[in-house]
């Protein structure tokens, strides 16, 4: 089982909608938890990070923690075309460092 | 403040030979982590460095090695190159103090023939 699992999509919406990215994980050990974006051919680039159980808001990005469920979410709000790209959550455990394999987003004009 | 580079670009290797990568963390990080990304996979951690101590490995053979010096810049050292290690190597420092947030540099695309 992979430590941390996400749809590798494609997920596609229309410009001016919400996306929803969503992710597990398996250890309940882990103690924090991160979203990249990463455009293709770049490194992944850090959105946000979040530790306690509930929402983190910043600008249009929302990320939402569950460690009942194990499950982590990215809600993007008002889709922009230039937020086509993979989305990769990873997970932190103790000095170890989880990522999933990445959701492919499109944002359709 | 300049953000996190790494040296070289690209570079191509035989199999058997040995390679270094080099990373230079960004301005007041003083932990770095090593990452190996194949094509249309999520980065693997290969291991974390801080105050010139490996304090985190994931699960990579021993020819898998590093480094971090005083001014906190890295290396990654790869020994008796497979063809499975073609792979985009990434660096990632974070800063002091803080939870781990992981900056990544543009990462060395490594290709073994």
């Known amino acids: 089982q992979k430590e941390v699992e996400q749809n590798s999509g494609p997920l596609s919406v229309p410009e001016g909608a919400i996306a929803s990215l969503n992710c597990t994980y398996s250890d309940r050990g882990s103690q924090s938890f991160f979203w990249y974006r990463q455009y293709s051919g770049k490194s992944p680039e850090l959105i946000m990070s979040?530790?306690?159980?509930g929402d983190k808001e910043d600008g249009r990005f929302t990320a939402q923690l569950n460690k009942a469920s194990q499950y982590v979410s990215l809600l993007i709000r008002d889709s922009q075309p230039s937020d086509s790209a993979t989305y990769l959550c990873?997970?932190?455990?103790?000095?170890?460092?989880?990522f999933g394999t990445g959701t492919s987003l499109t944002v359709i004009p | 403040e300049t953000g996190v580079t790494q040296s070289p670009t690209h570079l191509i290797k035989t199999r058997g030979q040995q390679v270094t990568l080099r990373c230079s963390s960004q301005s007041g990080h003083n932990t770095v982590s090593w990452y190996q990304q194949a094509l249309g996979q999520g980065p693997q951690f290969i291991f974390q460095?801080?105050?010139?101590?490996?304090?985190g490995r994931g699960n990579f053979p021993p020819r898998f090695s590093g480094l971090q010096f005083p001014n906190y810049s890295s290396e990654l050292n790869v020994n008796a190159l497979e063809l499975d290690d073609s792979a985009l190597y990434l660096c990632?420092?974070?800063?002091?103090?803080?939870?781990?947030?992981?900056?990544f540099g543009p990462g060395t695309r490594l290709t073994v023939t």
């Open positions: 979040i530790y306690s159980n």
């Open positions: 990632a420092s974070s800063p002091a103090g803080t939870a781990y947030e992981q900056y």
């Open positions: 990873a997970a932190r455990t103790g000095n170890q460092f989880y």
């Open positions: 460095y801080y105050r010139e101590e490996e304090n």
